[in-house]
């Protein structure tokens, strides 16, 4: 148990440290950073004087040490844009981020687990398939194309909805709408297979050919086997809550996360994208850890299986 | 045994007789068309795609002189969406590529030399599975600025781990046990062990997940260029177009709905197609 | 007498294994201190249960894997390490025949590709000469070109076996080790391919490195037998003397449990106990918790291979007796 908490702990600290080692290195090779900031105007012993306070001169591997004691230290540099800490910049974001991302995925659940388990135990029938289509869909249509169709169906033609903006509740109905659908039909399609591999199991059949209800089979033998694995996709989303409002978020214009990320890059705004990347790697990689965590505790013989590998 | 084999044959014959259902003959047909499309894009473009016609701007599809109707510009839709098709599966077909070629030749590595190679390139993978890619491509491009030659490359990191695991996976249990040991104990350098029997004895199922990798790369490339981070004007792909087409919704939807539903089509044939392939090269895998 | 083509002194090899829910590393002694020499033209038979390390020992005397410790000579010289060009060389003298003759070729290529395969590696003759050496070979294990098209997958497992045959012999090697090359077909191909191996050994001078369960096909095709338990030799010697009389008590249970026309049937030893686990060897003679006659010592103490005869070795604690003395008498 402890064995298998202390490997899922220490990946965890890898893909970290992986992602600063990224940043690093990106940040490195794409040039000098101080013709990046001062510009390549600047005369050379201003250069001289920023590239010594900047410790730009020291070996390689110490300003690599020296990057990492400062991420530590929370210190993520300054947006060239407006001078104000990077750090400052992405955490105001994250509330109207949220705003989005938070509903959307309790939609998501709502609408897609019970759409897949329902599909599973109908196999065959007119709602299975209209689950599988829709879940097809869901992966076929990016999710800009079915922002800028909602868009046209509820804001052009109909009127009813705003197409961009932060104004009231309204503007946030698209795109939560759009994160909720393609979220929903990915995760009916993995309920669904999951349900149905566990429905094929022996003990199902056993349960039930020993006389057991149907309705006690599927609740107490079928979704708890069926949840392991739905867990962990659960996981995964909760981890692109940050990540995942990219696109949705420049479509419709909403003040978020996604949104800085993008005009950051436009901008090549290094010290805000480097925040970003950081936040995003810390969710992915907390939310990996809770989902290890849930999962060692509901399945015992992964906790086995952990020790062996 | 030559009896049951032969039976066997002549079942799975007769099985496949019903040959290709129509969906999938389909999906071939629209393949086969972007790729005439990406092959000729410029011979068979009414127009060239930065060509203006002022006196004729957004236009609606069905106008005599442009079918697909014009943008603001006064350029031809299907002109640009004909050159968009083949920027979209150049890009699409040099990252899947690049990606099934990094990923197999580290899969076979990490098969071959077991020990670090083998953790490193898991942990690689392991890493490059956890962390969205869209997040990491945009900081690529943040860093790096942006080219065609960059955007080919950068994509070409994406989806390499699949190919890694599939392909170690794969050459360790034929290293473990049959065809590539006996190989290897007649004296077989590790090359031609890799090369001439373990590569094309795992192809179907690298074949299968390019199907899964193509369309995958097809949305983010597009996504990319649709935010603008992709693929730069005066250049055009399907993304791209969308997210020029975005400006223009209220009064010209069509610029954006044709690229849309060619991105949306050729990702859902590919699939198509994988899916097909996978029932008949792959059962094992899911 | 010549010196043997291939030595082997004292070889061991041990297998980490994890074991148990804490996940304990426990040393596995596969192949515990066994020596053998094979001379020129002569067949080896290795006889012994799963587990007793008999396949291990078989890797190892072809080069395929290193030993822990102990060494193997081949033609005098030192085998050289696993996957050196220089051992990748040596191939070419010492091939080997697979239990399972499907897993062992590929099967998206045709057999005569892959019988082509070694003298394509080794670079020997031109291509004509090459194709004429398939032909040749397909005719040496008794298949016809047509045969040669054909994929695995559309050959009987007898006709996939002589396939590996040919392409293991390809090179003309002087050793083949085989193991347990026949015990996956059906018993009345078996026969068959043995038969051709017993010719073409013949024929070629082959040396042979035979391992195999089965002692009617290891009688009918050795010169010498050694049988092994959980690692070790524990009996050695003439394959028709040690068939008619053997001396270790493990020894006379697997022939008295093997069927042979002349021989009373009544005298069948049947075993007890658990079947070899090479996890966990018992101390002392591996074998005396199985064995109807072990002492008290046999517990204790682990027996050596010692010569008991004028061509046997024996380890046991029960078999030092009035042959130990005829032997100081000799």
Redesign the interface.
């Known amino acids: 148990m402890g064995r298998y908490f202390a490997i899922r702990i220490g ?1 965890a600290a ?2 970290i440290v ?2 600063v080692t ?2 690093f290195v ?2 490195r ?2 040039g000098d950073p101080a013709l990046m900031i001062l510009g390549p105007e600047a005369p050379p012993e201003v250069i001289a004087a920023f590239r010594k306070a900047w410790g730009l001169d020291d070996p390689i591997w110490f300003q690599y040490l020296d990057y990492f004691h400062a991420i530590a230290k929370g210190e993520l540099g300054r947006s060239m844009r407006d001078g104000r800490p990077a750090i400052q910049l992405v955490l105001e974001r994250i509330p109207a981020t949220l705003a989005l991302t938070l509903p959307a995925f309790v939609f998501k659940v709502a609408l897609g687990v019970p759409a897949g388990i329902y599909a599973a135990l109908h196999r065959g029938s007119g709602i299975d398939r209209a689950v599988m289509m829709t879940a ?1 869909a869901g ?7 079915l922002a ?2 909602l ?2 169906i509820f804001a ?1 033609q109909l009127g009813w909805l705003p ?1 961009g903006g932060q104004d009231s509740w309204r503007h946030a109905i698209l795109p939560i709408a759009t994160l909720s659908l393609g979220g929903a039909a990915v995760l009916a399609r993995f309920t669904r297979s999951a349900m149905l591999e566990v429905l094929g199991q022996p003990y199902i059949r056993t349960a039930s050919a020993k006389g057991v209800p149907w309705r006690k089979v599927v609740t107490s033998h079928a979704l708890p086997n069926a949840a392991i694995p739905t867990v962990t996709i659960l996981g995964f989303m909760v981890g ?1 809550l940050i ?2 409002a ?2 949705v978020e ?2 419709f214009s909403w003040p978020g996360v996604g949104r800085l ?2 005009v ?3 901008n ?3 010290a805000v ?2 925040c ?2 950081l936040l ?2 810390l969710t ?2 907390t939310s ?1 850890l809770v989902v290890d965590f849930l999962y060692g505790f509901l399945d015992p013989r992964l906790r086995a299986k952990g020790a062996h590998t | ?2 009896d049951a ?1 032969l039976k066997d044959a002549r079942v799975r014959h007769r099985i496949s007789l019903p040959a290709i259902p129509l969906s999938v003959a389909l999906a071939v047909a629209w393949i086969a068309a972007m790729l005439v499309i990406a092959a000729l894009a410029e011979k068979i473009a009414p127009y060239g795609y930065t060509q203006l016609d002022l006196r004729n701007r957004l236009s609606a599809p069905g106008h005599v002189a442009h079918w697909l109707g014009t943008d603001e510009l006064g350029r031809d839709v299907l002109s640009r969406l004909l050159v968009s098709i083949r920027i979209s599966l150049l890009i699409a077909f040099g990252a899947t590529a690049i990606s099934a070629i990094v990923g197999t030749t580290l899969g076979f590595l990490a098969a071959h030399f077991r020990g670090a190679v083998e953790q490193i390139v898991l ?2 993978s ?2 490059q599975a ?3 890619f ?3 491509a ?8 942006n080219s065609l030659p960059l955007l080919v490359g950068l994509m070409g990191f994406f989806g390499w781990e699949r190919y890694a695991r599939i392909a170690r996976g794969l050459a360790i249990s034929a290293n473990a ?3 590539a ?3 290897r ?5 590790p090359s ?1 062990i890799y090369l001439r ?1 373990i590569l ?2 795992i192809a179907s199922t690298l074949i299968v997940s390019t199907t899964l990798v193509f ?1 995958e790369v097809i ?1 983010m490339e ?2 990319l260029s ?4 992709g693929v730069q004007p005066p250049m055009t792909s399907l ?1 791209n177009m ?2 020029y ?2 400006e223009y ?2 009064r010209a ?1 069509w610029i ?1 709905l044709a690229p ?1 539903t060619t ?2 089509v050729t ?2 044939a590919v ?1 198509v197609i994988g899916d097909w392939l996978r029932d008949r090269l792959d059962p094992t895998l899911q | 007498m010549t010196t043997p083509l291939v030595e082997v002194a004292s070889i061991s090899r041990s297998y980490s294994m994890r074991s148990g829910m804490f996940g304990r590393n426990t040393a596995v002694h596969a192949v515990d201190g066994v020596s053998l020499a094979i001379r020129k033209g002569e067949t080896l038979g290795l006889v012994g249960e799963s587990g007793s390390g008999k396949s291990t020992t078989g890797r190892i005397v ?1 080069g ?1 894997e290193p030993p822990d410790r102990g060494d193997v000579r081949f033609g005098g010289k030192p085998m050289a390490a696993p996957g050196t060009p220089a051992w ?5 003298r010492m ?2 025949i ?1 239990q ?1 003759p499907l ?7 045709p057999v005569a590709a892959q019988i082509r ?2 003298l394509d ?2 670079g020997l003759g031109t291509s004509a000469e090459r194709e004429e050496r398939v032909r040749e070979l397909l005719r040496a294990v008794e298949l016809t070109p047509a045969h040669g098209v054909r994929y695995p ?2 050959l ?2 007898g006709q996939r076996q002589r396939v ?1 045959l040919a ?1 293991a012999l390809a090179t003309k090697p002087d050793f083949l080790v085989c193991d347990e090359p026949v015990s996956a077909l059906d018993v009345s191909i078996q026969a068959q391919v043995v038969n051709l191996l017993c010719d073409l050994q013949a024929q070629l001078e082959l040396t042979l490195l035979f391992i195999s369960h089965d002692l009617r096909v290891v009688r009918q095709i050795s010169n010498i037998v050694a049988v092994m338990y959980l690692g070790r030799i524990v009996e050695i010697g003439n394959a028709d003397d040690l068939f008619a009389r053997p001396e270790h008590p493990y020894t006379q249970a697997l022939v008295s449990a093997s069927p042979a026309p002349g021989r009373r049937s009544a005298g069948r030893i049947v075993l007890s106990g658990d079947p070899p686990n090479p996890a966990a060897r018992p101390q002392g003679c591996a074998f005396h918790p199985r064995c109807p006659r072990a002492i008290a010592r046999c517990a204790v103490e682990t027996p050596v291979l010692a010569v008991v005869g004028a061509d046997r070795q024996v380890a046991c604690h029960l078999v030092t007796g009035p042959q130990a003395e005829t032997r100081d008498a000799a």
Do not use: C, K, W
Not at chain 2, 139 to 145: D, E, M
Not at chain 2, 185 to 189: D, E, K, V
Not at chain 3, 88 to 92: E, F, G, I, N
């Open positions: 990946r890898l893909t992986l992602v990224f940043a990106v940040l090779l794409s097809v992966f076929t249509v990016p999710s800009f194309v800028l169709l868009v046209l052009v197409s692109t990540a995942g990219v696109v420049s479509v990320l993008v950051a890059v436009a090549r705004d290094l994208v480097q970003i990347l995003v790697a992915m990689v990996n | 045994m030559t084999t942990m690689l392991d890493f956890s962390m969205p869209l997040i990491m945009l900081a690529v491009l943040a860093f790096f600025g046990q049959g065809y040991a006996a190989v104990q007649l004296g077989a350098t031609r029997h094309p004895n369309p949305l597009s996504g649709f935010l603008g981070l993304g969308v997210g087409g975005r919704l209220t939807p954006m849309a991105i949306v990702t859902l699939s | 072809l395929l990748r060389a040596q191939r070419a091939q080997m697979f399972d897993g062992a070729l590929d099967r998206r290529l395969e070694p590696i080794h997958g559309a009987s497992g590996v392409r």
